[in-house]
């Protein structure tokens, strides 16, 4: 008879996202992705509204369609890392909030974005975020508009 190894309870979600909170102090909250260096003006919007906050939080550009593998990876860890909402924007074929979503239970604010290659004055970003499948949600703010993103992750992490 070989030993009988105890099997551990599994944790709540309340209880992961406790042990989170302990493990990483200083660990950013809320991360804010961008499609392309051109989108960081209208996206340090948002981080401005979280330093205000005093809400902790990361900037990182990265592309859905250029950067796929980045994108995935980044998406997959952030729950572990201690992140509890994403904000992500892009413009155009806008594909990063929808790509981040497919890789996380994390919440996800897209913000579509508005750039000299629009078509319909951004409608088209708008349309990318929005018209999610069933099942894989992407929360949606009005065009350019990265801080009304921040301030739904504020009251989303209740801070
Ligand atoms: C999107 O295409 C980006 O989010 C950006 O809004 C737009 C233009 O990107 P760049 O050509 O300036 O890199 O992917």
Known sequence: MGEVTPIA?????????????????????????????????????????????????????MSAHREPDVVAEYAKAAQMRGLRVIIAGAGVSAALPGAVAAHTELPVIGVPLSSRLSAAGGLDAILSIVQMPPGVPVACVGLDNARNAAILAAQIIGA
């Open 9 to 61: 309870t599994p944790l709540t979600e309340t209880e992961v996202s406790a042990q989170l909170e302990e493990l990483g102090v200083d660990a950013p909250r809320v991360g804010i992705l961008m499609g392309s260096k051109s989108d960081m003006e209208k996206m340090q919007r948002a981080a401005a509204e979280l330093e205000e906050r005093g809400i902790l939080h990361e900037l990182r550009v």
